[in-house]
């Protein structure tokens, strides 16, 4: 299901700020060569997340899902002085991408990639997070949503991403093992007291929550 008309997206992405040359390359080269390029942030997503992060001026930010490095750069673009991402990224071949494409970014002291299961390395970290990004497989969005709901600073935010997951949660009924897991997660947060949120949909769909 078509969400967004083209040309209100081209218009979009011709009013938004240019990203730099590096994440311009890292989008070229991940369109170019990656089987899964749609997973991606892209343009206006990344400048979304580089705008959020530069209005809270986070100290700790936790990704869940690296892909290719491009939405943890503009995460860091927000970062006080001495501030990291940290970004989990499950698939090894994916991870090696971000790692060089940090590092061609001269921000490999600010990211911090970790490999493997976030479910497992989330509770191994010792942070409270200012913004955190859930960007990873659809079917453990709730767990990883629980693991840091606690972790959340007083002002901190989760960005949720694909959570209209390309219209197929719109369908009558919702079919599908990740359209069925989105559905869940997205009424999973509505129903928590703990939480205020506000749906968007930009791309894919992103929902922003904040504790009460």
């Known amino acids: 299901m078509e969400?967004?008309?083209?040309?209100?997206e081209q218009y979009a992405e011709l009013h938004t700020s240019a990203s730099s040359e590096v994440l311009q390359q890292i989008q070229d080269d991940t369109n170019k060569l990656h089987p899964h390029a749609?997973?991606?942030?892209?343009?206006?997503?990344?400048?979304?997340l580089s705008f959020i992060s530069s209005i809270i001026q986070p100290k700790y930010v936790l990704e869940i899902g690296t892909f290719t490095g491009y939405s943890a750069l503009c995460l860091a673009e927000g970062l006080q002085p001495g501030g990291q991402v940290h970004t989990v990224e499950i698939r090894e071949q994916d991870a090696a991408i971000s790692l060089k494409n940090f590092m061609t970014a001269e921000k490999n002291n600010e990211v911090v990639l970790h490999l493997g299961d976030a479910r497992d390395i989330i509770p191994s970290l010792p942070y409270h997070w200012d913004l955190v990004f859930?960007?990873?497989?659809?079917v453990s969005y709730i767990e990883y949503y629980e693991l840091v709901v606690p972790r959340l600073t007083n002002n901190g935010i989760i960005i949720a991403d694909?959570?209209?997951?390309?219209?197929?949660?719109?369908?009558?009924?919702?079919?599908?093992?990740?359209?069925?897991?989105?559905?869940?997660f997205n009424k999973h947060v509505a129903k928590d007291d703990r939480v205020v949120q506000v749906m968007l949909t930009l791309r894919d769909g992103l929902l922003l929550i904040k504790k009460k």
């Open 162 to 184: 694909n959570v209209l997951f390309h219209g197929q949660v719109l369908e009558e009924p919702v079919k599908g093992k990740n359209a069925l897991a989105i559905d869940a």
């Open 134 to 138: 859930i960007d990873a497989d659809k």
């Open 3 to 8: 969400l967004i008309n083209a040309l209100a």
């Open 38 to 48: 749609h997973m991606l942030s892209g343009h206006v997503q990344g400048r979304f």
